[in-house]
């Protein structure tokens, strides 16, 4: 009883880690009660999850044109080609040109 009362707390120790650095409790207090050693290890050495929204960043803009995220910056959509300092001219890609054959 006593060996079980432990394996849970030394699951609760990882488990904490874990949810403390955005993880998900319950796998990690699995792995913790599992592998005691090797899961503190594991919780100690992760990096914590970034809880920024996923999404456009404030560095860049949506076309209006193909409703694609560009970058700020930019001042031609690299998907259609839309000419964002212009009066809003949509522009064309350049056609290729085909060089010249040689006569054999």
């Excluded at 006593?2 to 707390?9: D, T």
């Excluded at 100690?44 to 209006?64: E, F, M, Q, R, Y």
């Amino acid at each position: 009883m006593f060996f079980l009362i432990i394996v849970i707390i030394l699951g609760c120790i990882v488990g904490i880690i874990a949810n403390s650095k955005g993880r998900s409790f319950f796998p990690w207090f699995i792995y913790g009660m599992a592998l005691f050693i090797v899961a503190i290890v594991h919780v100690l050495c992760i990096k914590s999850i970034d809880n920024t929204p996923i999404g456009p960043a404030s560095h860049t803009k949506k076309c209006p044109q193909c409703a694609e995220t560009v970058q700020a910056d930019a001042r031609i959509c690299r998907f259609c080609r839309y000419d964002f300092e212009g009066a809003g001219n949509h522009t064309q890609p350049a056609q290729a040109t085909i060089p010249p054959q040689l006569p054999s």
